[in-house]
């Protein structure tokens, strides 16, 4: 059973929109999660994070935010650009050593 | 610039043949990761080392070993190559902290025919 979920494959969104990905987990021992970004033929590079002890945490255009009670997270881009077109990972640890990850969605930001 | 290199980005292998993928890191790290990525699966972690000479079974390991005699170099190898062991494989390492989790390496798109 995936302890990472992130339930839509595919999400388009317009340029300029708002572009929010979800991520679900199950694991309570989880206390650190990450997003990954994955262009085509490229290996994931790493996006933003949050820790279980806050709720929120913003860079530039990327906003995360973590709902401990109902296992979910969500990543916010505002404006979304084309240049974001990407596969997102959602990733958590509870030993900060191993990360799960889930199996990712398909942003695509039309121009 | 920091990185992880994978030796090959595409293999085509035979099924029956044993099969290396190699990586080496240049940051100095003491963990190093290997993974597959499959659609709609996402990805799944095969062997993971935390010093040289150690390596930990991930989730998915039957069919797979690996091999760190360098604290730099990780490799996996796949004993006897099988279709269903065609995938992308990503390598990645990381200090041992959390706070920016792996960084990975280009991927090596393997496929057994």
């Known amino acids: 059973d995936q302890q990472v979920k992130q339930n839509s494959p595919s999400l388009s969104v317009q340029e300029g929109r708002i572009s929010i990905l979800n991520c679900d987990y199950t694991?309570?021992?989880?206390?650190?999660f990450l997003w990954y970004k994955k262009y085509p033929a490229e290996g994931p590079t790493f996006l933003i994070s949050?820790?279980?002890?806050?709720d929120k945490n913003e860079d530039g255009r990327f906003t995360v935010f973590l709902n401990k009670s109902a296992k979910h997270l969500s990543l916010h881009i505002v404006p979304s650009q084309p240049g974001d077109s990407a596969v997102y990972f959602c990733?958590?640890?509870?030993?900060?050593?191993?990360?799960?990850f889930g199996p990712g969605t398909r942003l695509s930001v039309l121009p | 610039d920091v990185k992880v290199t994978q030796s090959s980005r595409y293999l085509v292998k035979r099924t029956g043949e044993k099969v290396f993928l190699e990586c080496v890191q240049d940051m100095d790290h003491e963990n190093m990761f290997w993974y597959r990525q499959d659609p709609g699966l996402g990805l799944r972690l095969i062997y993971f080392?935390?010093?040289?000479?150690?390596?930990e079974k991930g989730d998915i390991p039957e069919g797979y070993s690996v091999s760190r005699e360098k604290k730099e170099r990780f490799s996996l190898i796949l004993e006897s190559a099988s279709t269903n062991q065609t995938s992308m494989y990503l390598c990645?390492?990381?200090?041992?902290?959390?706070?920016?989790?792996?960084?990975f390496g280009s991927g090596t798109r393997l496929t057994v025919v």
């Open positions: 990733a958590a640890t509870g030993n900060g050593q191993n990360f799960v």
């Open positions: 949050i820790s279980s002890i806050k």
């Open positions: 990645a390492s990381s200090l041992g902290g959390g706070l920016y989790g792996y960084t």
């Open positions: 694991n309570s021992m989880f206390d650190y």
């Open positions: 080392s935390y010093d040289v000479k150690m390596k």
